[in-house]
């Protein structure tokens, strides 16, 4: 049951991005561009962390990867 929950989940977003091909990575540019807006503005930990400014550089590269493989 789970297994088969797992495969179908993983076939409609391989369907999803495989159509979708660009959207990742403009995903990551959004939130490099978000990081760097935050650290402007604000000041705390979401903008000393760089949280976002790492899990966008982490989403475009996957995004890059997963649409040179599909």
Do not use: C, Q
């Not at 939130?31 to 650290?39: E, I, K, Q, R, S």
């Not at 604000?42 to 040179?68: E, M, P, R």
């Amino acid at each position: 049951m789970i297994k088969s929950a797992f495969s179908n989940l993983l076939d409609f977003l391989s369907e999803f991005i495989a159509t979708r091909k660009g959207l990742l990575p403009i995903l990551g540019i959004l939130f490099v561009a978000l990081n760097f807006l935050l650290g402007i503005f604000t000041t705390g930990w979401l903008s000393s962390s760089d949280l976002f400014l790492h899990a966008g550089i982490i989403i475009a590269v996957i995004g890059f990867l997963l649409a040179w493989a599909l």
